[in-house]
């Protein structure tokens, strides 16, 4: 009789401290509880609370009025009952569909993870509790999670920029087979909004997950995705830079008072250079896609007429504008990436330059709605080709799994 | 006039509508603020409620009583004091030491994140915040920061493993240069404790940062660094298989009940031949390490003297037993990966296999720390050479990164 079995038990506590209080004294408390009807429960124990609620991307969403943008849809709340024992408990009224939600608990007022659910994720500087609800029908939340498919790779990793002066980090998505099949593929460069940040359509995006799904079923094409950072300022996403775990903010268009306009758009060549020296790539506007999200389509938006003929593929998500660039006090922006609008988007819809493909989505209820309508009407004058989507719902990241999705099908075929 | 400016003001409401409502109704609270003196204060708004509270690693611990085990010690509490606006607040009373901390508030006895601070981990089945205290003098907050120096790779990827009849992720660390350099490397195989994961060494551990830092100083060499999911019943960690959102679990030395004993040892050989076909390796005993934490501890002492001569160095933190394996319901187990104990490590000792190095680490106060000392008088027994680093704390992150630093300059030399 030796001590190896000691050992082996040992091992049971092994983790930290942390995990041990956590798991020892925890609570066996489940929420969210998924229920054969797809109806949600969620719990929570907490005695000597006056108000407990939920605030989540299922609840009916309320209305607020935003100072010159008009009504924006904020996800709603819904209270939690106190039944014995200090256990709270919120069951959604009606089953939810397929799809990946995210939600916060508000114990007395104080806004806060669900202390039972140990699945999160940051959206810019917001944590947020998450899950999903599959149907097996082959529907959103079946995309959206991890299927028994062959799985890519996801890379953090870092580039330098001369252009910004910095080491810069991204995150690069690679299908199942890459690193040994020795052949090439086409690159997607996927853009993030305000505030965002390299990370963002990794975890919120859940693009790698749709990427396996989608190729592993012949419905996209095998493809490297790149998602950069679009903050020009910046290194990485908070906590990965040498700035260290400062608080994340929203600066306007992802470039800072002082900084040269349009920064992110004229170092892009930076990150093309680096994925094409990088990965075995096919380099030629055919294989080449760009779009992104709200700040992210105006990035895309920007840099496929000013780098008109590179990018075949482009994918405005929740953001479209028409007109030269302004300045944040009104003035006419310089930047040559900002000018000129109707003679670089004439430029990109030339023969010789025009897209394969030129997709504007937006939700009905966007509060940018109106500037993307006006795009389209813009297009339509000049009778650029065009694909327009448009869904429920604003501004949030469920249309974007959506358009991503949908894109995601359309390109390189 | 256009309405380009109109979108770029409101990219700067991109994100989510969650992330809106954290940036425009969010308070100003700073949580945690770092100090000149690196005293560091906490704060929380929380004006209904009776008490809030901190426990966190930088604060006393405070031992509990573990049946069969003794003494075991947990992150110790502290109160915040309610100041004006119902604005909690606590100061540590002394400054805090260069290192990575991990910390949790209680409000009204229910253990939360702290709100204002958007840097969160998760370990095992818990979710703590983080903050970095760094001193610039080259201590290891300086190391476990991301700092101005080039940057490594770090990899979610998915290997096949026959043993297991699975799929399963794993993560990987490349050294700065390694896409570019044409060049092979050494692989130092990492492995984490009961509970965690692929992602434990990476998070908690901030292998890629030190790594990172070590190579830029030229003080470890440029590594491959290969972190496996040690639990043998799963395919990932919690949320990244097909498994889903459940709650993670500890499970027996990470081989669930009914499952082939040593299940995970004896799938290693997958993993290896994984990283000898996907990456450009160094395949001999000298260009081979592998070390663990608690039960990767365990495996690696296994694995080490199971497969003698494939590894020439070997890392036990936290956790080294002599003996042959028993089972759970304490008969002698019957793989051959725990049987003959004496006869593999003479094995292993052996002119043909000896490792380059073997490398013993444990805390002072670690509730496994018997175990340890019998393998050290076991090897003292035997004349089998090795190094013994003790240092001060128990069973916790903070060891285990040091020993991961120590453990990372001797290797590969």
Redesign the interface.
Known sequence: ???????????????????????WG?TPL?SPQINPDNTVTFR???????TVKITG?FLP?NEID?PN?GK????GTAELTEGKDGVWEFTTPAPLTSEYY?Y?LI???????D??????N???????N???I?NEKGDKGDLY????V??G??????YNSPSLGM?R?LTVYTP?GY??SGKKYPVFYLLH????DEE?WYV?GRISQILDNLIATGKAQPMIVVMTNGNAYEQ?A?????E??K??Q?V??GVKEGMKEAAFELSFPDVRKFVE??FRTINDKKHRAIAG????S?HSEQISKYYAGEYGYVGLF?????????KGD?SSSQSPV?KD?DKQMANLFSPKNRPELYYIAIGKTD??K??SD?MRAYMDEHKYPYVYRETEG????RNWRIYFTEFAQKIFK
């Open positions: 009789m030796k001590k190896l079995l000691t050992l082996a038990t040992a091992a049971l506590m092994a983790g930290s401290a942390f995990s041990q209080q956590a798991l925890g489940v929570c124990k907490a005695p000597k609370a006056k991307d969403e935003i943008y924006y849809a904020l996800p995210c916060n114990i007395d007022g104080q806004r806060t993870i202390p039972a659910n140990v699945y999160i940051r959206d810019v500087a917001t944590i947020t998450c899950f999903i599959s999670r991890v299927n028994d062959p799985h790779t996801v890379r953090h990793m870092w080491q980090r199942a690193e040994t909004g305000s505030g965002g963002a919120q990485a908070p906590g990965q830079s040498p260290g775990f608080q994340p929203m306007m268009g020296k990088n999200l709200s700040m992210g105006f929740s953001g479209a504008g028409v007109g030269d660039g302004r009104g900002y609008f509060f940018i109106k500037g006006e604003g501004h949030i990241w």
